[in-house]
C-alpha cells in the first residue's frame, strides 16, 4: 500500500515531540507498509516513516491492508496511546485532501491502559506478541508463548492474527472484541461488545451486549441484572455453535443499508448498537439497531441516575401529591441527560429511618431485572424497602388482574421510564427513598421553651398546682387498679388502643429516637408492627403534665377529624404517661413558613389549603363535637402537616372541655406570647381567643415570618403593629413573603386572605368571627365586616392593662424562637 507524505506537516510541532524526526524525513516520501510480520520483531512508538498518517490521525502504523490500520493510535501529545486496529478512508491521506481524518478505531487491545510515546510492541522469537508501556511494564500480551507462533498478519476484514507452523490460527483479535464489530465478523457464544465510557474516553464503560447461549442481551455492568434488551434468540448455525454474524446489510435480523462503503456497528457510551458508514469523508450513522425494541427511552442511563424519561425527554423526580418539595435537581442545567440529585441526600442509619419516606411515581417504569419479594403487595414491598438502609428505591409491579405482585429493592438507581402508552398488563409504581429535610421533621426539639412557658405563667402555674393535686390523685388511683396486660387493648368503646409500657418500649426501641421536647415532655419516634410510624409522647412527672394528659387522652378520644391529630392511643401505668399519636411525616408548619431555604418554600395555594386546613379542624373543636373544645394554643408549631400537606391541629393538652350551654369559662391562663388574645387579661374566655390565635398564624402564613421576629429592625419587629401601619399606608402587598415568587405573583389574593386575618384579630372579640363564619368567608358566602379596627394590640375595654402579647414585645421575655409552645 503506497501513500504519500502529507507535505504539509508542522515540523515545530514534531521537532518538539521527537527525538530523533530528523532521521525519519530521508525515506519519508512514499512508504509501502506490511499486512504481515514475522517474529522475532519489535516496534517502538513514535512516528516513522509517514508523518501523514501521525499528522492527521496520531497512528503510528505498523500494519496495513486495505482499508485496516494497526498501530499505535494516540489521542494527545501526553501520549494516551492504544494498540488498535482501525478502518480508515484512503484519500483521508491524500496529501491533496483537506478533509479531517476520519479513522474509527474498531479494536484494541489496550482500552483500559493507554501507554505513552515510546511504549512498544514486541513479537517475541517464543510467539508472544506483547504491549510494554515506557517504563517496561508488561501492559498486554497474547499468551502465546510456546504455541510456535510464525507469523502476524492484518487480514483483508480487518482482524489481527496469529498464525502457526501449519498456517493455522494461534490467536485472533476477533475473539475479544471490545466495542465494534466489522463486517464478516461474528458475536459467537460467550462474546460480549462493551461500550466505551463516553465517546472521548475508550475505556470500557457500563454497557453491554453478549450473546449467552443462543440470546443475544444488552445489559449494564457490572451485575448484569439491568437488562434493558432482550433475551432475544439468535438463528443456530451449522456448528452448533451459536453466532451472530454481521454480514453486510444484515446482523441476525437486523436489517441494515447494505454497505456502499466502509461499514462497521458499534455499541455507543449511551447503550445504542448503530451502525455507521462512510459518507464523504465522515462516519454517518445509519441504523439503531435496537430501537425497534427498546424505544426512545430504552437504556438504564438514557437519563442518568435518577432521571426520568418521557419519550426521549428527561426530566428529575417530583412528587405529584406534594409540589412543595424539591428532592431531585439536575446535575447539570444544560444537560438534562446527565441525571439528577438529590437535595439531601439520604443518610443510611436505623436512627434515621423516620426521616425518610417514599416519593411515589405512578406509571413509571423501569428495567427488568430479578425481583427480590415475590407475591407482595405495595405496602409491604415499600416497608421492606423502608427497612432496609441500601435499598433506594423501591418497584413494584403488579399485573392487572392479580392481588400481588413482583418487588424489586433497587440499590443503585439508573432511569426511570414513563408508561406513556400503557400498553403493559400490569400496574408499575416506583418508590424513591427520600429524606425529609431537617427542618421538616415532626415535634422539632425546641430547648428553653419550658423555661418560657414557666417564665410567662409563673403566677398561674402555683395557681395549677394547687388545683391539680387533687386530680391527679384521682387519677392515681383509678390508675392502679388497673392491670398491666403486655398486648395492646382496644380501649373501651373509644377508637384508640391502650399500650402497655414494655410493648411501648419496644416499639420505639427504649426510646432510642428523640423527635423532640416539649413543655409537657419528650416525642419519640416509633413503629407498630403492622409499620405504622408513630409519635410517643412522655410526660414528665409533674402534676401540671398528669392534669393534660388526662385531658388529653378525653378529648382525643372522642374527637375525630381529618384536620386534628388522631390518637392513636396511650400508656396509663404507673409513673409513665404515655400518649401515642399518629406521625406525620412533613412535620409542623413553623418549619416551612419560616424557612428561607428555597427547597420548602410553600405556594400560594398550598398555604391557602393549610389555613383553611386549620379552620376545618377550628370550626370543628369549637361547633362540631359534643361539648365546645377550645384549643387555647394555636401556633404553627401545633399544626402539623402530613406527606400530602393536610394540615392537622396537635397538641390538645392545653385545652379545657367546656359545655357547649356555658359560653365564658375562666380558665387559668394558657398559651403562647404572642398568640394570645388581649382578653386573656380579662376574665372573659371565649373560643374566640382561638379565632384571634388563628387570625396571627394566617399572617405569619401569609407573611413568611414570625409574629416577633427580632431578626427584623426595631420598627419591622413586631407583625400586628406592621401590619397597621401598612393598612394605614395603603401598602399591604409589601408584606406579602418575600422569599417565595408564587406568592408575590397573587399578590392581590394574598392581601383578600389577610382583611380575614384581621376581622379574626378584632381586639374585640365580639366583633371576630365565629369559625364556622370564616369558613363562610372562605367559601365566598359572608362578606367581611367594613369597619375593622387595626388596633389588634389593644383591648377596647375601659381597663387597658398590660396584655401578654404585649409583654411578649419587651426584652424580659425569651426570644421567639424560644417560644415555641409545648411540644
Ligand atoms: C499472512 O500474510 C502474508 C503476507 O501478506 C501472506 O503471504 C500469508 O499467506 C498470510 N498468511 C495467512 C495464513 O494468510
Ligand atoms: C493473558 O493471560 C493473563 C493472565 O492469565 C490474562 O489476564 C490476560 O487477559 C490474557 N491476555 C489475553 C489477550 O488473553
Ligand atoms: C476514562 O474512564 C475511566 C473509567 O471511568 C477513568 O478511570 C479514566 O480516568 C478516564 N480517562 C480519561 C482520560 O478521562
Ligand atoms: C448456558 O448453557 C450452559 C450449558 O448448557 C448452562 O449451564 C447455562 O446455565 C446456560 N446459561 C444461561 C444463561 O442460560
Ligand atoms: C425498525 O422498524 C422500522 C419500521 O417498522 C423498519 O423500517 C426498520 O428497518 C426497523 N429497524 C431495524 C434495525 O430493524
Ligand atoms: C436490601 O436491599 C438490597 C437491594 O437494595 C437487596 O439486595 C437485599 O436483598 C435487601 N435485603 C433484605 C433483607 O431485604
Ligand atoms: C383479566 O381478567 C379478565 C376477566 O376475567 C380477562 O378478560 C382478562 O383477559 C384478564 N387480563 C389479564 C391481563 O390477565
Known amino acids: 500500500m503506497a501513500i504519500r507524505r502529507n507535505t504539509g506537516f508542522a515540523a515545530a510541532f514534531l521537532t518538539t515531540l521527537l527525538i530523533s ?3 525519519f524525513f530521508v525515506n519519508a516520501d512514499r512508504v509501502d507498509y ?4 514475522y517474529p522475532p520483531n519489535s516496534w517502538i512508538n513514535v512516528p516513522v516513516f509517514d508523518f501523514s498518517f501521525w499528522d492527521s490521525a496520531g497512528i503510528r502504523p505498523i500494519l496495513i491492508t486495505g482499508t485496516f490500520v494497526c498501530g499505535f493510535h494516540c489521542s494527545n501529545l501526553q501520549g494516551n496511546c492504544l494498540f488498535a486496529i482501525s478502518i480508515f478512508q484512503i484519500n483521508t491521506f491524500d496529501a491533496n485532501s483537506n478533509s479531517s481524518p476520519s479513522t474509527k478505531i474498531v479494536w484494541s487491545a489496550n482500552r483500559n491502559n493507554p501507554v505513552k510515546f515510546r511504549a512498544s510492541l514486541q513479537l517475541s522469537e517464543e510467539g508472544d506478541l506483547m504491549l510494554q508501556d515506557l517504563d517496561g511494564t508488561l501492559v498486554w500480551n497474547t499468551n502465546t508463548t510456546g ?6 498478519n492484518l487480514t483483508e476484514k480487518g482482524n489481527l492474527v496469529l498464525y502457526g507452523r501449519n498456517n493455522e490460527m494461534v490467536w485472533q483479535s476477533f475473539d475479544h472484541p471490545t466495542d465494534t464489530l466489522v463486517p464478516g465478523q461474528a458475536l459467537v457464544s460467550g462474546q460480549k461488545l462493551t461500550a466505551s465510557v463516553s465517546t472521548t474516553n475508550s475505556s470500557a464503560g457500563l454497557y453491554s451486549l453478549a450473546l449467552i447461549n443462543d440470546s443475544l442481551i444488552a445489559f449494564l455492568e457490572p451485575d448484569a441484572q439491568q437488562v434493558y434488551f432482550g433475551p432475544l434468540k439468535v438463528e443456530a448455525h451449522e456448528s452448533g455453535q451459536h453466532k451472530v454474524v454481521y454480514m453486510n446489510g444484515r446482523f441476525d435480523r437486523f436489517v441494515l443499508s447494505p454497505a456502499s462503503a466502509s461499514q462497521f456497528i458499534q455499541l455507543g457510551s449511551d447503550g445504542h448498537l448503530r451502525a ?17 425494541y427498546t424505544g426512545a427511552c430504552g437504556s438504564p442511563l438514557v437519563c442518568g441516575e435518577y432521571g426520568v424519561c418521557s419519550d426521549g425527554y428527561c426530566s428529575c423526580p417530583k412528587a405529584e401529591s406534594n409540589a412543595a418539595v424539591v428532592y431531585f435537581r439536575q446535575v447539570s442545567e444544560n444537560h438534562p441527560d446527565l441525571g439528577c440529585k438529590e437535595t439531601i441526600s439520604v443518610s443510611c442509619k436505623p436512627s434515621d429511618y423516620h426521616s425518610h419516606s417514599l416519593l411515589e411515581l405512578k406509571d413509571f417504569d423501569y428495567f427488568y431485572f430479578v425481583p427480590h419479594i415475590e407475591n407482595a403487595n405495595r405496602q409491604k414491598c415499600k416497608e421492606a424497602c423502608l427497612k432496609n438502609c441500601s435499598c433506594k428505591a423501591a418497584i413494584h409491579r403488579q399485573q392487572i388482574n392479580s392481588s400481588v405482585g413482583y418487588c424489586f429493592l433497587l440499590s443503585k438507581i439508573f432511569s426511570f421510564k414513563r408508561n406513556v402508552d400503557n400498553l403493559h398488563d400490569y400496574n408499575s409504581f416506583s418508590y424513591i427513598k427520600v429524606q425529609n429535610p431537617p427542618i421538616f421533621r415532626a415535634y422539632r426539639p425546641s430547648k428553653g421553651h419550658m423555661k418560657a412557658i414557666l417564665g410567662s405563667t409563673l403566677g398561674p402555674i402555683l395557681f395549677i398546682l394547687l388545683v391539680v393535686v387533687g386530680m391527679f390523685s384521682l387519677w392515681r388511683n383509678k390508675n392502679d387498679s388497673k392491670d398491666d396486660k403486655k398486648e395492646p387493648q382496644k380501649y373501651g368503646r373509644l377508637r384508640f388502643t391502650r399500650f402497655s409500657y414494655d410493648y411501648l418500649c419496644s416499639m420505639t426501641e427504649n426510646f432510642s429516637v428523640k423527635l423532640g421536647e416539649g413543655g409537657f415532655g419528650s416525642v419519640y419516634y416509633g413503629s407498630l408492627p403492622n409499620s405504622t410510624k408513630i409519635a410517643v409522647k412522655r410526660l414528665d412527672g409533674t402534676d401540671r403534665v398528669k392534669k393534660s394528659f388526662l385531658a388529653e387522652v378525653e378529648t382525643l378520644g372522642s374527637v375525630h377529624h381529618i384536620n386534628l391529630v388522631s390518637l392513636i392511643g396511650f400508656c396509663a401505668e404507673k409513673s409513665h404517661p404515655l400518649l401515642v399519636y399518629e406521625y406525620l411525616q412533613n412535620g409542623s408548619l413553623d418549619g416551612w413558613i419560616f424557612s428561607r431555604n ?3 418554600t410553600l405556594s400560594w395555594k398550598l398555604r391557602e389549603k393549610i389555613i383553611h386546613d386549620v379552620a376545618k379542624g377550628l370550626a370543628y373543636l369549637h361547633d362540631g363535637c359534643d361539648q365546645k373544645i377550645l384549643h387555647l394554643d394555636i401556633k404553627p408549631q401545633n399544626i402539623l402537616l402530613d406527606e400530602n400537606f393536610n394540615a392537622r391541629l396537635a397538641d390538645f393538652g392545653l385545652s379545657k372541655l367546656i359545655d357547649r350551654d356555658q359560653n365564658q369559662v375562666l380558665t387559668t391562663m394558657r398559651g403562647t406570647p404572642g398568640y394570645m388574645a388581649p382578653e386573656w387579661s380579662s376574665a372573659t374566655i371565649t373560643e374566640k381567643v382561638d379565632v384571634y390565635s388563628f387570625g396571627v398564624v394566617i399572617l405569619e402564613i401569609l407573611c413568611g415570618r414570625r409574629n416577633i421576629d427580632r431578626s427584623q429592625p426595631e420598627e419591622e419587629m413586631h407583625l400586628l403593629r406592621l401590619f397597621t401601619r401598612k393598612v394605614e399606608e395603603g401598602k399591604l402587598l409589601e408584606l406579602v413573603d418575600k422569599f417565595s415568587e408564587d406568592m408575590q405573583s397573587n399578590g392581590a ?3 383578600k386572605m389577610m382583611r380575614i386575618a384581621a376581622w379574626c384579630l378584632q381586639p374585640d372579640y365580639n366583633r371576630r368571627p365565629s369559625m364556622s363564619k370564616v369558613l363562610l368567608a372562605f367559601a365566598g358566602y359572608s362578606i367581611v365586616e367594613d369597619n375593622l379596627s387595626y388596633d389588634f ?10 396584655t401578654p402579647s404585649n409583654r411578649a414585645g419587651t426584652t424580659t421575655l425569651a426570644l421567639p424562637s424560644m417560644l415555641s409552645g409545648p411540644r
Not at 506490511?34 to 510480520?37: G, N, Q
Open 598 to 600: 428555597p427547597v420548602c
Open 147 to 152: 504455541k510456535f507462533v510464525s507469523g502476524l
Open 793 to 802: 394590640l389593644n383591648l377596647q375595654a375601659p381597663r387597658a392593662i398590660a
Open 34 to 37: 506490511p499486512s504481515a510480520a
Open 21 to 23: 524526526a530528523s532521521s
Open 276 to 292: 455507521y458508514q462512510l459518507k464523504e469523508s465522515k462516519w454517518e450513522q445509519v441504523s439503531d439497531l435496537l430501537i425497534n
Open 749 to 751: 389574593e394574598v392581601v
